[in-house]
């Protein structure tokens, strides 16, 4: 068989942005020494990845030197519990359900909140709280709240609408599906858990994708990160088209109510550092605490977490969605 020349493919990688992602990545993690840390840049219309770091690193041209976990693209292959990034999804399922209306005021119980033998706290204690206010101080006890009114059925499939349990399909080796227990194994309590991130897990890519479906009106996007190939001559390309995937929130929802929420958060909310000069920003932080073994059991460690960011900019027209996630 005669040798063909083969085809060039042109990545949706934005190396000016990828630049920088990596060079922030790599001071964060200089500065706070974690295990490792994630980010990833995602256009909100096309679903096009503009930027995907991962630390620690490894330099391509010498990859023989490297070790194995220097060499994970944690932004596809690794699932964590979100914590209260799952929140604002949550909120988008029990909007558009009718389950609660916008201007709903829930009892916080002043931080501490008992559901049988379980308590849940919050970080502040709050009396009332709008269902604006739950997402701007991230109430656990509010969210559970909404969680419980939801009920377990509603509350699955608003997960699973957003991909969560599955691949989004992304033209990259090896992504993981994350986490999302049938509903014939969740447990009474399980409704409680995962109404503030608990007991699901998901990658960084699942969670950008899902904050870009918000951010663009409630369409689910395929992640892209093949812009376009063509022939050896380089002249005939074939660009690769968004993918829609499907409606996850409507218009008025996304657009009218979460974005403002969003915008909020960062303004006067957890997420102030995220503020910039220039742009209105929407986001939400999230810290999830991690499992480690003491004594043979598993529990939740009060000093390991996963600490991130999830926010699109500018907030009246959104562009690009960003995560940073450090372990």
Not at 111 to 123: A, N, S
Not at 273 to 282: K, Q
Request: charged content about 25%.
């Amino acid at each position: 068989v005669s040798p063909r020349y083969g085809s060039s493919i042109y990545l949706s990688i934005d190396s000016g942005i990828q630049s920088i992602v990596e060079e922030e990545l790599e001071n964060a993690c200089q500065e706070y020494q974690p295990d490792s840390a994630t980010a990833i840049v995602m256009e909100t219309t096309t679903g096009e990845i503009l930027a995907m770091a991962n630390y620690p690193t490894f330099d391509p041209n010498f990859v023989q030197d490297s070790e194995e976990f220097e060499r994970r693209n944690r932004a596809i292959v690794d699932s964590f519990e979100p914590g209260s990034l799952v929140k604002p999804i949550i909120v988008c399922g029990a909007l558009d359900s009718g389950v609660v209306k916008k201007d709903d005021m829930f009892f916080c119980y002043n931080g501490t909140y008992r559901i049988k033998k379980r308590v849940i706290r919050d970080v502040h204690p709050h009396e009332y709280l709008s269902l604006s206010e739950i997402l701007v101080n991230s109430s656990n006890i509010g969210m559970v709240q909404m969680g419980m009114l939801m009920e377990r059925e509603r509350l699955y499939k608003q997960l699973k609408n957003f991909s969560f349990g599955e691949k989004t399909g992304i033209s990259l080796p090896g992504e993981a599906k994350g986490i999302l227990w049938p509903l014939k194994v969740w447990s009474p309590e399980s409704v409680v858990s995962v109404s503030f991130g608990y007991e699901i897990a998901a990658t960084p890519l699942q969670l950008t994708a899902a904050y870009c479906s918000i951010a663009n009106g409630g369409n689910f996007l395929k992640p892209q990160i093949i812009h376009a190939i063509s022939d050896f001559s380089g002249k005939k390309k074939k660009y690769i088209l968004p993918v829609r995937l499907r409606r996850v929130a409507s218009p008025a929802t996304a657009r009218e109510v979460m974005t403002p929420i969003l915008e909020e958060v960062v303004r006067t909310g957890t997420g102030k550092s995220a503020m910039l000069s220039g742009y209105r920003v929407a986001g939400k932080t999230g810290t999830a605490k991690k499992l480690e073994r003491i004594d043979d059991k598993m529990v939740y460690s009060e000093k390991k977490y996963i600490s991130s960011f999830i926010g699109y900019a500018p907030a009246d027209n959104p562009k690009i969605c960003v995560l940073v996630s450090i372990n």
